[in-house]
């Protein structure tokens, strides 16, 4: 009932992506989280922060915080929060600002990246978490097949256990919030994309319906 009343507030037709809607996007390397990402930006315009991205821009970088975050990102290693945060505050602050939507792929990766979103945002101002599920043996031959620097057998087992070990909670955690879906991300492409669209368009954006987002939450 009361996400019923939130919709009547909201100036974007539900039915469809809406600009504003705000999305994390998580699952292992190789899943294809930035492939949707990037779909997202084209077709719905939502403004993409690729934390990948980011960061290997920042590693190409000669500074010596350039030098860390290659380093690291080679190991396939995350990087320490406190890092990661500060290189995020910025990006982070001026998507809040803008008052839109966005899709955040890569991030957060561990409950203190989430929790220190979530400060950051307010809390209850993300819409809906997307998880994509790939067999380990799919991911491994995806990222082979992909070639990056950091898809080198000894990062990508150290990427994948990264992601056991540090991401996995965070999407226990969001799961028990109700805003998690889960997506076979064995599809097509256009598959995947048809699903989380899906999702979205089930649900008003919630920076339509500012300061309410707890409806959104009970979902
Ligand atoms: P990605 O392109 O998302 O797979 O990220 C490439 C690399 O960047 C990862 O293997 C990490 O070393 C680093 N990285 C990206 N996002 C994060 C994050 N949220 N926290 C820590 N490290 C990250």
Redesign the pocket.
């Given at each position: 009932m009361a996400v019923m009343d939130l919709t009547e507030t909201c100036s974007e037709p539900r039915g469809e992506v809406s600009s504003r809607h705000r999305l994390i996007l998580v699952g292992p390397?190789g899943s294809g989280k930035?492939t949707q990402a990037a779909l997202l930006g084209e077709r719905a315009g939502l403004p993409t922060l690729?934390?990948?991205d980011l960061?290997r821009s920042v590693a190409r970088e000669a500074t010596l915080i350039g030098r860390r975050v290659a380093g690291?990102?080679g190991s396939?290693?995350?990087?320490p929060d406190r890092l990661?945060l500060e290189v995020l505050r910025k990006p982070l602050t001026r998507l809040r600002d803008a008052g839109e939507g966005f899709v955040l792929?890569?991030?957060?990766?561990?409950v203190a990246?989430a929790i220190a979103l979530e400060q950051t945002l307010a809390p209850g101002l993300v819409d809906l978490v997307v998880q994509l599920v790939v067999d380990p043996r799919v991911l491994s031959a995806r990222l082979a097949a992909r070639g990056r620097e950091?898809d080198v057998a000894a990062a990508i087992e150290q990427?994948l256990h990264a992601f056991h070990r540090e991401t996995q909670p965070m999407i226990e955690r969001y799961r028990c919030s109700g805003r998690l879906v889960v997506i076979d991300g064995h599809q097509p492409v256009d598959a995947v994309y048809a699903q989380i669209e899906e999702e979205l368009s089930a649900i008003p954006a919630t920076s339509c319906a500012t300061p309410t987002g707890a409806a959104l939450r009970s979902r």
């Open positions: 390397p930035g690729s934390t990948g960061l690291i990102i396939g290693a995350l990087l990661m792929d890569g991030f957060p990766r561990t990246q950091d990427r």
